[in-house]
């Protein structure tokens, strides 16, 4: 079975640096807005676009609309993972785009249990998986100028990667 799924990673600049939105999933699980793609028709495979899905997914699961976010226009990765899901092998892709925003308040889905602003040091200690830990990097050192990143993806991974 494979999913594909896109969201953003979000980050607001303050005087102590980039604060990056994560979103609490209960337990350790904290993770950048993001989810599947739906059925639509917006491109001819009848699936709406990795963006479109990216925006959805954040107004749905934060509040923020397109017009907060002000996009890295060429930032784009992926992370390719697998996982057990009922007994079944899941194939997922994550496009993640790379937004900031001025606004610090969101509002949080049902499905969530909080969210935090956090400065990198603190962001890398709170995501569990090291898939996410590299997605952040990518942005923080395109943010910090540190990277030419054109939305190469990394290499894929197998599994949730160990913490």
Same mark, same amino acid.
């Given at each position: ?22 979103? #609490?999933?209960?337990? @350790?699980?904290?993770? =950048? ?5 739906? &059925?639509?028709?917006?491109?001819? +495979? ?36 697998? #996982?057990?899901?009922? @007994?079944?092998?899941? =194939? ?5 785009? &790379?937004?900031?925003?001025?606004? +610090? ?40 100028? @540190? ?17």
């Amino acid at each position: 079975m494979r999913e594909i799924a896109s969201g953003i990673v979000i980050y607001c600049k303050t005087a102590e640096g980039p604060r990056f939105l994560l979103l #609490y999933h209960g337990g @350790k699980y904290w993770n =950048f807005p993001k989810g599947k793609l739906e &059925l639509s028709h917006e491109d001819k +495979r009848g699936r709406e676009t990795s963006f479109a899905a990216a925006l959805r997914e954040v107004f749905e699961e934060t509040g923020l609309r397109k017009q907060d976010l002000r996009f890295q226009e060429w930032f784009k990765v992926h992370d390719r993972y697998s #996982y057990t899901r009922k @007994k079944q092998r899941v =194939f997922k892709i994550v496009t993640f785009y &790379l937004a900031e925003t001025s606004r +610090r308040t969101v509002r949080i889905s049902e499905e969530h249990h909080g969210y935090g602003w956090f400065l990198y040091r603190e962001a890398v200690r709170v995501l569990e998986y090291r898939n996410l830990r590299i997605v952040l990097k990518q942005a923080h050192d395109v943010i910090r100028g @540190k990277s030419v990143l054109r939305g190469e993806p990394h290499p894929q991974r197998e599994g949730r990667n160990v913490p």
